[in-house]
């Protein structure tokens, strides 16, 4: 790891001005992601993984958003650059596949047209040759016999193909960083699969780097390089996908291992919940904002934010006060979270 | 469960079709959806069955056919040894009492404006259960037992989480002492830590009421956890029906081994060999022939495309509907 990294976020916030007060829906994140890898962000909803997401893509318009940190893409500030010159990079250099291919889509255009709009403006194509690179894409996702299906509208394609569809717009012009937000939570096991595999090959093929935002663990483990667990607005925990399943550090990482029912164990008769809701992110408490729903939380975590960093490993960070010594122990005393 | 044992809930050969329609003044049918084709389901007191399949197998609409929100096109579903497939509403009435429903979007299926006393109390007001402070204490001893607080009475649903929102929808459920519940996807619009909370309430509620349940989701590990026995779906028909344990370790249908090997395992040292089903579930509206899952399945003959295979037992309580079944010499 030599080389600077392809994609940088330095200590990102974003805010939002509410009648109720600011909601602090990205605080203080800071992640890299190389070419060629797969960085996987995990987080319940409301943990501010897809408003990181589209503050990367600049595409948080809102004007009670707030926003402060960098992103440095190829030694560019994207927060500095005005949403002309943006739209330069997205698509392009940057781009993004949605988390609903139901509603992604628009729905009174043909299928076609909305994939080589970007080709027609970003690689300057006749509308010619954007429609031969079109039909190229939609076979190279999987869609069986494309040209009898470049016209067809949307709503003629089923979920899964409309995720296909979208994941060919969105490596329609080989951008070398693709953002994945949620890209199968809306499909079936089994077209999950396929479209894991699918993004798994072109990555590999075209070398690009994949932010893959995701609630699911499982898909996770399955593909990402390394991970990032959201909470509340934070990153708890930072490591390479190995390390954190062998050893997760943080509690809340415990947490979420645990109430999954995992197909590889045998059957629990409980499941291991993390008891309660997750904070307002408008009256953030102060000190760890995991510390109400942990059952290890002691004093220091009241008074005390804890900072990401490194306690059990050098590339393993985590943001939790207990000793590498205290979370072994403790994690050894509940089975069911290890 | 012996086989002596009677079914709290028998359907037998229970079909749904959908009809499509063309025109405007002199409607015809030109088409129909095959939603639910022949299905036979025992569900005997005190279990919990698991109904899986992908989006569009029919698995919610069998479980409407059950409590008669959908009229049934053709087949019977006995209650306790009554026959109501064909009882109108005001007969299924007193029926509503013994069996009831939790649906999967807790954010549509509560009225957002009403209290949630009022949406819990609802189904003993209509059911005439007692007089006004008996509805309210017993709404707040529900509130209690699916761990809400009671001073929750007065507030809306907006003031939910969704994993709350869940709970008013179990309590509202549980309102009149039913026997059978059937869960239409309970927990997949929640979050996995809050999914954890409701399953573990759900089972918990089971084992303190005695409870029936017929558990339908698409997620094969959540099913796994709450389930005895487990009926897989496939364009309409159960094409596979085990012991929940069995079927995860030994599943007879290509099927259900391909489903089984989609589900991500948390681990990223597991190396499992994945079967990526190709293609998408064909049309319900003209279902492949012989064996509906035919056209993706890998280990397909010739057989499969004309002849359909009856739903037969390979081993103690289970049942596959295979000519090439898989796993039967372990």
């Not at chain 1, 996770?220 to 390089?225: F, G, L, Q």
């Not at chain 1, 291992?257 to 045998?266: A, F, N, T, V």
């Amino acid at each position: 790891m030599s080389e600077a990294p392809l994609l940088e976020v330095r200590d990102l916030n974003v805010s939002f001005r509410t009648q109720d007060g600011t909601v602090h829906a990205v605080d203080g994140v800071s992640f890299t992601v190389n070419r060629g890898e797969v960085l996987g962000i995990v987080g319940e909803s409301g943990s501010g993984k897809s408003v990181t997401a589209m503050t990367l893509m600049r595409l948080i318009l809102d004007q009670n958003a707030v926003f402060s940190g960098e992103v440095l893409f190829k030694g560019r500030d994207l927060m500095q650059l005005s949403q002309g010159d943006m739209l330069q990079v997205r698509g392009k250099q940057i781009s993004m596949i949605f988390q609903d291919p139901m509603t992604s889509l628009n729905p009174v255009y043909r299928i076609g047209w909305q994939i080589d709009e970007q080709l027609r403006a970003h690689e300057g194509l006749s509308a010619k040759q954007a429609r031969r690179r079109t039909l190229e894409l939609l076979g190279a996702v999987g869609i069986p016999n494309p040209e009898a299906r470049i016209d067809d509208y949307p709503h003629q394609f089923s979920g899964g193909m409309r995720q296909r569809v979208m994941i060919a717009m969105g490596l329609s012009c080989n951008p070398d960083v693709l953002i994945a937000d949620e890209p199968t939570t809306a499909l079936d096991v089994t077209i999950q699969a396929q479209i894991l595999e699918l993004i798994g090959n072109l990555q590999r093929e075209f070398d690009s780097a994949v932010v893959l935002i995701t609630h699911d663990l499982g898909v996770v483990a399955e593909v990402a390089d390394r991970v990032a667990v959201m909470y509340a607005g934070r990153i708890v925990e930072y490591a390479e996908v190995g390390e954190l399943f062998r050893g997760p550090q943080h509690p809340y990482t415990w947490g979420l291992l645990g109430s999954i029912s995992r197909l590889d164990r045998p059957r629990q008769r409980r499941l291991a919940a993390i008891s309660g809701q997750p904070p307002s992110l408008i009256s953030l408490p102060a000190g760890c904002s995991f510390r109400a729903r942990c059952p290890y939380a002691f004093d220091r975590c009241r008074a005390e934010r804890p900072a990401l960093e490194a306690r059990s490993g050098s590339a393993h960070l985590d943001a939790c006060l207990l000793s590498a010594d205290q979370k072994q122990a403790r994690r050894a005393a509940t089975p069911e979270a290890s | 469960m012996s086989d002596h044992a009677v079914p709290l809930m028998r359907a037998r050969g229970v079909r749904k079709y959908f009809p499509i329609k063309r025109g405007v003044v002199f409607q015809r049918e030109v088409a129909r959806v095959h939603a639910v084709d022949d299905v036979d389901l025992d569900l005997m007191p005190g279990e919990t069955v698991g109904l899986v399949g992908e989006s569009g197998c029919g698995k919610s609409t069998f479980g409407r056919c059950l409590i008669r929100l959908h009229d049934l096109t053709d087949g019977t579903i006995e209650f306790d040894g009554q026959d109501i497939s064909s009882l109108d509403r005001k007969q299924m009435r007193p029926l509503r009492r013994e069996i009831q429903m939790v649906f999967q979007d807790p954010y549509a299926s509560l009225n957002p404006r009403k209290r949630v006393g009022t949406i819990i109390g609802d189904p003993l007001r209509i059911h005439g259960a007692g007089a006004r402070a008996d509805v309210n204490k017993r709404v707040q001893e529900l509130l209690e037992l699916v761990g809400l607080s009671p001073e929750h009475y007065n507030r809306y649903p907006h003031e939910f989480s969704g994993g709350q929102r869940q709970r008013i929808g179990v309590a509202r459920a549980l309102a009149l002492s039913p026997r059978l519940i059937i869960a239409d996807e309970p927990v997949s619009a929640l979050d996995v830590s809050i999914q954890a909370q409701v399953v573990n309430l759900l089972s918990d509620l089971q084992d303190e009421l005695g409870l029936t349940y017929l558990f339908i989701a698409h997620d094969l590990s959540v099913v796994r956890h709450v389930s005895d026995r487990i009926a897989v779906m496939y364009l309409g028909k159960i094409v596979e029906l085990s012991p929940a344990e069995e079927l995860y370790d030994r599943p007879i249908h290509p099927y259900s081994e391909a489903l089984l090997s989609a589900v991500p395992v948390p681990d990223p040292d597991v190396e499992r060999e994945r079967i990526v089903l190709q293609g998408d579930v064909p049309s319900p509206i003209t279902p492949p022939s012989g064996c509906r899952f035919h056209p993706r399945c890998r280990y397909a003959t010739d057989i499969c495309t004309t002849t359909e295979p009856p739903l037969v037992k390979h081993a103690e309580q289970h049942l596959a509907a295979c000519h090439h079944p898989l796993n039967l010499h372990s």
